[in-house]
């Protein structure tokens, strides 16, 4: 097991870089430039323009950007002339942000506090972590309830439920939530208070798990109704054991890996932000500044959405396919 996890570790730094490369290649043969895209700042003259591009290094060649970026860049201190070395993207070190003209990093941008408010990952992954619970903690029950209920009122209106909720997006989802809880019944302000620990998460938790939900729900049903066929399960059932063992012991086991199997994917979406959730109930979180970065072409901010992403896409299967191991013993790592 340790030894299959050290490798999976060791595989996920080719996958950065390969991401990295992709990225930082689309995001310089877009057209425009991170200073001469930011509507909210005045046209700079041509002399401080090109002050700026010489400190963010713009001018030297695509191969050289690239690796002072993603691996490690030798500076030199302006007073004292000594040589050092500082770490790139790989080393956690995002650079700092351009549209701040190097005022502030990226890591203040995205796990800084904000005048003593947490950090905007802060938001997005506590939202993503809320509706992943959403999603799991009502999908499967609901989805191991319409199969053993199959073909009755229960099934009927479990399917048409996690339909609905599969065949709308998060967009239309939280503007009806909106409507109704926060518009019509009061029952919610339109405008979070982000002070309060419980309430403003309510509604953006569960318009974005609502999807995953129905999706959950769908495949949890399908899977527990292909292993309720299954010879063990009626060999269980002939030798007179309670239902509930049957279903919890020997069936829920095997019919729930197919959906670990997209929880690694789910994750990672969920966590690293959301676009239309932060908009529609004004979520302070990553989702928002990362389409604010691609606006105004701000590289080094790019490039960290794109990362962060992957990295946790890569932590999420990993731990997707170490549970694969606790629910299955048959599955090896060898």
């Known amino acids: 097991m340790t030894a299959y996890i050290i490798r999976r570790i060791l595989w996920q730094i080719p996958v950065l870089v390969i991401v990295g490369l992709l990225t930082f290649g689309i995001a310089k043969m877009t057209p425009g430039g991170p200073f001469d895209t930011d509507p ?14 010489d400190r963010f290094g713009m001018d030297l060649p695509f191969w050289r950007q690239f690796t002072r970026y993603m691996f490690l860049d030798v500076v030199t201190d302006p007073k004292t002339g000594e040589q050092a070395i500082r770490w790139g993207a ?16 990226v890591q203040q941008e995205l796990f ?6 947490p950090s905007r990952f802060y938001y997005s992954a506590r939202l993503g972590v809320q509706a992943l619970l959403f999603a799991v903690l009502l999908g499967i029950p ?3 309830l319409a199969a053993l209920k199959q ?9 048409l439920t ?9 967009l239309i989802v939280g503007f009806l939530l909106v409507l109704i809880f926060a518009s019509w019944l009061k029952w919610f302000t339109v405008l979070p208070n982000w002070n309060d620990p ?3 998460w309510i509604l953006p938790t569960i318009a974005l798990g609502s999807t995953s939900l129905g999706f959950i729900t769908r495949l949890t ?6 292993v309720k066929r299954q010879d063990y399960v009626r060999t269980a059932q002939a030798k007179g054991l309670n239902d509930q063992v049957v279903v919890w012991r020997h069936m829920l086991k095997n019919a729930v890996l197919p959906v670990i199997t997209i929880l690694g994917p789910l994750s990672a979406a969920l966590i690293t932000g959301t676009l239309y959730t932060e908009i529609i109930f004004q979520v302070p979180g990553m989702g928002s500044l990362l389409i604010e970065a691609i606006g105004k072409r701000d590289y080094s901010m790019i490039m960290a959405g794109a990362l962060v992403f992957v990295f946790f896409l890569g932590l999420a299967n990993l731990i997707v396919d170490i549970a694969y191991g606790v629910v299955d013993p048959r599955i090896s790592y060898k």
Do not use: C, H
């Not at 073909?151 to 399917?159: A, G, S």
């Open 221 to 226: 049903r399908s899977s527990v109704l292909e």
């Open 198 to 200: 419980i309430r403003p």
């Open 90 to 105: 790989i080393g956690g070190n995002f650079g700092p942000t351009y549209s701040s003209r190097g005022a502030r990093t």
């Open 142 to 144: 609901m989805g191991v």
């Open 40 to 53: 909210t700042r005045r046209q700079m003259s041509p002399q401080v323009e090109a002050v700026l591009r």
């Open 112 to 117: 800084g506090d904000r005048g003593g408010k």
């Open 151 to 159: 073909n009755t009122w229960i099934d009927y209106l479990v399917l």
């Open 162 to 170: 996690s339909t609905f909720f599969v065949s709308l997006s998060t």
